[in-house]
């Protein structure tokens, strides 16, 4: 069965009640544009309302990356307000995926960078392909992780690890991510959605209601507090001169000078 209904996504339900979501452009890395932003949610809005749909993989198109991060190009024009709400409506696109009371799994298919990356830490589970690189990148662009970045890496590597990841912009390969807990398997590129098939079949044998009140209660966990906060952050960084030279730059294919202001 295949959704025609979206310009960005792929979106295809099996036989066992498996939602495939594909963020599908290929082409600028499947950088989350607004459109891309837009249509996560009417999807996951899809997933949790039909009841033939039991659990969601979300991967992306291609073989070089699941998502490279927010579209630089329309992050670029940003101001403090506009950036606020930007980080705001990322993090309640992605806490809809969170929250979903049917398994969601990511199979992250080669870079899942900045908003990539945060989105692969909203699923449920993370399956890497060997190709696969985390990065949270964004204080390369004078900016800070503002979909959740900040509040869920450290819940899931620890502190220390997410503070080295997020003030250096470093990026981990898949085995690196695996040893740090940001993934629970490894597999060779191609074989991502099937191993997450695998996996999602296993967790359909038991009791549908019973997995979505694990999954409420596991999200119930005391854990991440500061989203607003780093919303009200990221929007403040939109109003800086390092922010407009770091986007520009990456625009501009050149290194960026930052000044600290
Ligand atoms: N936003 C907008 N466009 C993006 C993008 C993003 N986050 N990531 C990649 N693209 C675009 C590139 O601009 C390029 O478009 P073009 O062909 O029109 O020039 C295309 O996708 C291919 O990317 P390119 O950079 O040429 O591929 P690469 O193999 O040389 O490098 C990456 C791959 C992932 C290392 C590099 O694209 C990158 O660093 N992307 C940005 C990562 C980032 O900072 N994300 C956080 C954003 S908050």
Redesign the pocket.
């Known amino acids: 069965m295949t959704s025609p209904s979206f310009e960005y996504l792929l979106f295809e339900t099996d036989e066992n009640g498996i939602a495939t979501i594909t963020i599908n452009r290929p082409?600028?890395?499947n950088?989350l544009n607004a459109g891309v932003l837009g249509e996560l949610k009417t999807a996951a809005g899809r997933v949790e309302s039909d009841q033939d749909i039991r659990a969601v993989i979300l991967t992306g198109a291609g073989e070089?990356?699941f998502v490279?991060?927010?579209?630089?190009?329309e992050?670029n024009k940003l101001n403090r307000e506009e950036g606020e709400k930007l980080s705001a409506h990322g993090q309640a696109v992605f806490a809809s995926f969170e929250n979903c009371t049917k398994p969601v799994i990511a199979v992250v298919n080669g870079?899942a960078?900045?908003?990539g990356a945060e989105l692969a830490m909203a699923c449920h589970v993370r399956i890497a392909t060997e190709n696969a690189v985390f990065g949270l990148?964004?204080v390369?662009?004078g900016?800070i992780p503002g979909y959740g970045g900040t509040q869920r890496l450290p819940a899931l590597v620890g502190r220390s690890k997410a503070m080295e990841l997020i003030l250096t912009g470093g990026q981990l390969k898949a085995d690196a991510a695996l040893k740090a807990g940001l993934v629970s398997d490894v597999v060779p590129a191609g074989n991502g959605v099937a191993k997450a098939k695998e996996l999602a079949s296993k967790m359909l044998k038991n009791g549908p209601v019973a997995l979505g009140k694990a999954i409420q209660a596991i999200n119930a966990a005391p854990g991440y507090n500061g989203f607003a906060k780093e919303a009200q952050l990221f929007g403040e960084l939109c109003e800086t001169e390092d922010f407009r030279e770091g986007t520009t730059a990456?625009l501009e294919k050149r290194k960026a000078d930052f000044k600290g202001r």
């Open positions: 082409d600028k890395l950088a070089k990356a490279a991060g927010a579209d630089i190009k992050l870079y960078l900045g908003g990148p964004e390369s662009l900016l990456f």
